[in-house]
């Protein structure tokens, strides 16, 4: 909770069980392949469970946390069945992303919704190369550090801070200097709370 009273819900989500497993090793071949399009009755019980959780909260703040990114610039890329069933949720209930896996630090906000996407990567080990640049929407990428800006022995970490006004998430390296912060993020409208849920056929 934020100093001023300010709420948020954070939803932390198994993105491995929703989409299954890249490989562990990164010297095997075919680590940053594209994971699959997974059907949602792969593991409808979780995504069940995520939208009664999404849809029930009145927060003024909506985190979901999840291991895979839903876009990626960098080397592991989009997550296909994320697109598919997680995006339109945080785009109807005004829910922002957290995830790592990609050894970056992005943040991405596809136009036309209020949804951020951010990828804190770099905990351990940086970077991977930006190869999928190209792939993720349209305009959608408003600042990232990869092996072609932050060099290969570079770390870092990102933090969250709250009001009933906004929330700005800030971005470091390994010296806890800033190195982006993003724009202010809104407060949840009153129309995002507690709506029906998405209908699935």
């Known amino acids: 909770m934020g100093d001023d009273g300010a709420s948020i819900d954070i939803i ?3 993105t491995v069980e929703l989409s299954g497993l890249s490989r562990v090793n990164e010297d095997e071949p075919g680590y940053f392949d594209t994971l699959p399009l997974l059907a949602r009755s792969m593991a409808d019980s979780q995504w069940t469970w995520i939208e009664q959780q999404i849809q029930a909260s009145t927060a003024d703040y909506l985190l ?3 291991h895979y990114p839903v876009y ?3 080397e592991h890329g989009n997550n296909p069945t994320l697109i598919e069933n997680l995006r339109p949720l945080l785009v109807q209930y005004g829910g922002q992303y957290l995830c790592g896996h990609d050894h970056c630090m992005e943040h991405l906000v596809e136009p036309g919704t209020s949804t951020n996407y951010f990828l804190s990567g770099m905990g351990a ?3 991977y190369f930006p190869k999928n640049k190209d792939t993720v929407p349209a305009d959608s990428l408003k600042w990232y550090m990869a092996r072609d ?3 290969k022995d570079s770390a870092g970490f990102t933090s969250f801070q709250l ?3 906004e929330m ?4 470091y390296n ?3 200097d800033v190195v982006y912060t993003a724009p202010a993020i809104a407060p949840r409208s009153s129309s995002q709370k507690q709506q029906p849920l998405v209908k699935k056929d």
């Not at 700005?168 to 971005?171: A, G, H, Q, S």
Request: aromatic share 8%; hydrophobic share 35%.
């Open 163 to 165: 009001t009933k006004k």
């Open 168 to 171: 700005l998430v800030t971005f």
């Open 12 to 14: 932390m989500i198994d």
């Open 64 to 66: 979901v946390v999840g």
């Open 174 to 176: 390994q010296d806890g």
């Open 125 to 127: 080990y940086c970077c």
């Open 72 to 74: 990626s610039v960098c």
């Open 149 to 151: 800006n932050a060099g």
